[in-house]
């Protein structure tokens, strides 16, 4: 199991190793042109590329960024060993087959020696660096067990040994999932999950007999009302099984939900994906436009430039979201939504709001990660807690970070929510995103975003 800080930490290795490869190069061929034999610089820059393109091809067959292969020091250390006398022999070869064994002794020797050194002391910073990741408990998805069992023993012993999670151990001990059990969910079962919550667990593994399988729908519903993903760890699977499952080590555990974005290359592609849009928004448009738009806001109604309101985040955590200020200072902004001709609107609001002006301070929250371009909207917490006690499924949107746009919004169902049913019908789209993300998809709802935009929105009040 992977987390960010890991993938991360992966990420940055293969682009160092890289980097340090090009420097030990070039001040090799320095210190040889400086000090011993003058180095053709044609020869020097064609060999620069073949390097290069030996390098990516020895850390490719070898897989030194492969998971399995950074999973240790000792496995780092060998593979890197490994692929520099891979690379050394790779790069003698050519220089045989071209003629240029004659190329500066002193060059290659430089060159590998300094490599050497510069990989000793990378590879010693980034093992520090990954133990100081894995020993820290804020850096690690916490998870933790319902109910003690005979295989939530062997389960537990797992958890515990991998370096990306937290176990927080076991919830509810009292409560019995074996066939011969009581009802999944009972007082104590749905207890289980507030307790996890309280823990800071929100992502529970459930050790049941293959015979509880079909209640197992029950206990899903129940942990997705808390914001908790509930995973099954059966003795064994059956071929009527309607549930998702993933292969962990030894175990394999049942979901019901398609997740992309529980794989954290997935997560990783869309955070930068973020990174780059917001970043390109706020210097290009934001930097210019939000002095503009302050001076006419100050001047139309009295107060700050900037509307912050706690909303529900992923996890339901709740974040300060940034707005463009669209009304006048009222008393009544954590609890009323906005409504068609509502007088609390400056006209310099009511421009903002249906050209959707006033969501870009909402890039600054992108671009800190409390949101994403593209997910659910982000509710006033007191309509989190009033629509999780109507809509069953409510709280699964909050699975995802919240987006300024998102697949509910450009499917026409934004703005005020007077009816239950129009909200069942923004969920129902939030977790059909949930299910079905893509780069792709995110990009068709952005473009989808701009074009409702310059056609105009009956909802945007």
Same mark, same amino acid.
């Given at each position: ?279 390109? !928004?706020?210097?290009? +448009? ?8 302050? &001076?006419? $806001? /100050? =001047? ?126 923004? !969920?129902?789209?939030? +977790? ?8 792709? &998809?995110? $990009? /068709? =709802? ?16």
């Amino acid at each position: 199991m992977v987390n960010r800080y890991f993938f991360l930490l992966r990420f940055m290795l293969g682009v160092t190793d890289f980097i340090l490869v090009n420097m030990c190069f070039f001040l090799a061929y320095y210190l040889a042109d400086k000090y011993f034999v003058a180095i053709d610089e044609k020869i020097f820059r064609d060999t620069l590329i073949i390097n290069n393109m030996i390098w990516l091809v020895c850390s490719a067959t070898i897989g030194m960024y492969s998971s399995n292969k950074i999973s240790s020091v000792k496995y780092i250390y060998q593979t890197t060993a490994a692929c520099l006398i891979l690379h050394f022999s790779l790069f003698m070869s050519y220089l045989f087959i071209m003629e240029l064994l004659m190329f500066p002794a002193h060059f290659i020797a430089g060159f590998y020696l300094l490599t050497i050194f510069g990989f000793i002391l990378s590879r010693y910073t980034g093992t520090t660096l990954q133990n100081l990741l894995t020993n820290n408990p804020d850096m690690k998805k916490s998870v933790g067990i319902m109910a003690m069992s005979q295989g939530g023993g062997r389960l537990a012993e797992y958890l515990q040994s991998q370096s990306a999670l937290n176990f927080r151990g076991f919830v509810n001990n009292g409560l019995s999932l074996s066939a011969s059990g009581d009802a999944i969910v009972s007082f104590s079962g749905a207890q289980s999950f507030k307790e996890a919550v309280k823990a800071g667990i929100y992502e529970l593994y459930v050790c049941i007999d293959p015979g509880r399988i079909v209640e197992m729908q029950e206990l899903i519903t129940e942990g997705e009302k808390h914001c908790i993903r509930v995973k099954f760890v059966p003795d064994f699977m059956t071929p009527e099984s309607n549930f998702k499952y993933d292969e962990s080590g030894d175990f394999m555990v049942l979901t019901t939900r398609n997740e992309p974005l529980e794989n954290i290359a997935n997560r990783f592609q869309k955070r930068f994906f973020d990174i780059v849009v917001s970043s390109m !928004v706020i210097v290009f +448009i934001l930097s210019w436009l939000y002095p503009l738009l302050a &001076l006419i $806001i /100050k =001047i139309q109604s009295p107060g700050p430039v900037i509307f912050k309101q706690l909303r529900s985040g992923r996890d339901n955590q709740p974040f300060w979201c940034y707005k463009f200020r669209s009304m006048k200072m009222n008393t009544q902004s954590g609890s009323r939504q906005a409504s068609k001709n509502d007088d609390r609107i400056t006209p310099i609001g009511r421009f903002l709001r249906k050209s959707s002006l006033d969501e870009f301070p909402q890039f600054f929250n992108v671009l800190m990660g409390d949101m994403s371009i593209i997910g659910p909207r982000p509710h006033m917490i007191s309509h989190t807690e009033y629509y999780s006690t109507l809509i069953d499924t409510y709280m699964t949107r909050q699975f995802l970070k919240p987006g300024i746009s998102g697949w509910a919004q450009v499917n026409g169902y934004r703005g005020e929510t007077k009816e239950t049913h129009l909200m069942e019908a923004r !969920v129902e789209h939030d +977790i059909w995103y949930l299910g079905n993300w893509s780069i792709g &998809l995110d $990009i /068709k =709802i952005m473009v989808m975003t701009v074009t409702n935009i310059f056609k105009g929105e009956e909802n945007a009040f």
